[in-house]
T-cell receptor
Framework: GAVVSQHPSWVICKSGTSVKIECRSL??????MFWYRQFPKQSLMLMAT?????????EQGVEKDKFLINHASLTLSTLTVTSAHPEDSSFYIC???????????FGPGTRLTVL | DAKTTQPPSMDCAEGRAANLPCNHS???????VYWYRQIHSQGPQYIIH???NNETNEMASLIITEDRKSSTLILPHATLRDTAVYYC????????????FGKGTKLSVIP
């Protein structure tokens, strides 16, 4: 199956700083990537959908100026959490949908802790 | 997405078949049923999907009822590594790839 990686796997940062998370499709080109967030003991919540070369579509309640998404190539999407606060601490997971695939392939997730 | 209903938890003895049910009574004729699982602190893993016919791959079998209002995911010989939360998802509309994760079924495989 297709492989999606995320970097870093975990990050700890101070409140007010920005953190960038990378999502890469390693062996296929991803026309569409998705970003999810998962709080402890809860299910995944879709944050945004990004298509290569165009602006991301954010879900209701997700601040686009706080969660900056860039999908500049067919193998890389980045999520930047700007001015992070403790309530942004969560498990962030990306997924990728390649042309010809009928399923999403998920990355291993990034654990963000904001102190 | 079409609403799906799953039991919150199930136990299964190691080596036995695990049968995970899912109700999706509002599913439309062109909507697929997808199954994913999430092992603790990992990203979800695709298992299988189907439209009408039963499907089988190296991981599992998917049995869809004739009226398509429910389905069952079967892990033929459950192992301890199959302990995870299993999600049954019906993305809305043909060609829609957005997944809405519910609470899923927490499957515990018991030694």
């Amino acid at each position: 199956g297709a492989v999606v990686s995320q970097h870093p796997s975990w990050v700890i940062c101070k409140s007010g700083t920005s953190v960038k998370i990378e999502c890469r499709s390693l062996d296929f080109q991803a026309t569409t990537m998705f970003w999810y967030r998962q709080f402890p003991k809860q299910s995944l919540m879709l944050m945004a959908t990004s298509n290569e070369g165009s602006k991301a579509t954010y879900e209701q309640g997700v601040e686009k100026d706080k969660f900056l998404i860039n999908h500049a190539s067919l193998t890389l999407s980045t999520l930047t959490v700007t001015s992070a606060h403790p309530e942004d601490s969560s498990f962030y997971i990306c997924s990728a949908l390649g042309p010809g695939y009928n399923e999403q392939f998920f990355g291993p997730g990034t654990r963000l802790t904001v102190l | 997405d079409a609403k799906t209903t799953q039991p919150p938890s199930m136990d299964c003895a190691e080596g036995r078949a695990a049968n995970l049910p899912c109700n999706h009574s509002t599913i439309s004729g062109n909507e697929y049923v997808y199954w994913y699982r999430q092992i603790h602190s990992q990203g979800p893993q695709y298992i299988i999907h189907g439209l009408k016919n039963n499907e089988t791959n190296e991981m599992a079998s998917l049995i869809i009822t004739e009226d398509r209002k429910s389905s069952t995911l079967i892990l033929p010989h459950a192992t301890l590594r199959d302990t995870a939360v299993y999600y049954c998802i019906v993305p809305s509309g043909a060609g829609s790839y957005q997944l809405t994760f519910g609470k899923g079924t927490k499957l515990s495989v018991i030694p």
